[in-house]
């Protein structure tokens, strides 16, 4: 494991925390389970093949892939219904609130079908930036607001929905872990990573603290206020 940033926290609200949705939220990725479950062929499988290979950016490989999709608006709403997040998410985003913090979600999903899991899951309190997507008939068309247009990697340039700019004990904490997180985690002081990301941070020897749950982002902060409570 490696060290956590140098930059140390002085209080809870010069926090801006940004966390990632799927497999970071969620116990998988959500949206991956979607193309897979409802397309009505494979050809999905070469286009996730040919983005692993970075042969072809996140934007055209979802594309590709939800052409292949085949799902009622119904249907598919039913099946957002049932997808549980992590207990801990409410937890852990009413303990920053609660101490002034800023929270967002950055995702490279689709904000209707974040928007209605976490609303079923009566989950709430931050903002959300991610791509969009309608239905037409059985059908899904996706649009990418925050795409960067001189880089192809991502759909979602998570890197331009960061703050410009941060002043004083203003301090930055990324929590995520695929591919689309790995730009925007090394603009921030603090990482929380794992999966394909923590790989990257180590590989690359930056700065990381790993995890596998939301439970530990929890008690990171739970405990971190505690301390500066009894120290106070």
């Given amino acids: 494991m490696k060290s956590m940033s140098a930059k140390p926290i002085e209080r809870i609200s010069a926090c801006h925390v940004v ?32 983005w ?17 999709v085949r799902v009622t608006k119904a249907d598919l709403l039913r099946y957002l219904d049932k997808i549980k997040v992590s207990l801990y998410f409410q937890k852990v985003i009413n303990l920053l609130r609660k ?12 904000a209707p079908f974040i928007r209605r899991i ?49 002043r004083g004990d203003k301090i930055l904490i990324y929590i995520g872990d695929g591919n689309s997180d790995i730009c925007p985690a090394k603009k921030a002081d603090i990482v929380f990573a794992k999966g394909t990301l923590a790989r990257h941070f180590e590989k690359s ?19 971190y206020n505690v301390s500066k409570t009894k120290n106070n």
């Fill in 19 to 50: 966390f990632d949705f799927d497999n970071t939220i969620t116990d998988f990725d959500v949206l991956d389970d979607i193309v897979s479950r409802f397309s009505i062929n494979k050809k999905w499988v070469k286009l996730e093949n040919a």
């Fill in 52 to 68: 692993l290979k970075k042969k072809i950016g996140s934007e055209e490989c979802l594309r590709g892939q939800l052409k292949g």
């Fill in 99 to 110: 101490h002034g913090a800023r929270v967002e979600i950055l995702s490279d999903n689709f």
């Fill in 118 to 166: 976490l609303r079923k899951n009566r989950v709430s309190g931050f903002k959300l930036y991610a791509n969009n997507i309608s239905f037409r008939g059985n059908r899904l068309v996706p649009s990418f607001p925050h795409r960067n247009v001189s880089c192809f990697s991502c759909a979602h340039c998570k890197t331009n929905n960061l703050p410009s700019e941060r």
């Fill in 205 to 223: 020897r930056l700065d990381y603290r790993k995890f596998n749950s939301i439970r530990e982002i929890y008690n990171f902060f739970r405990s």
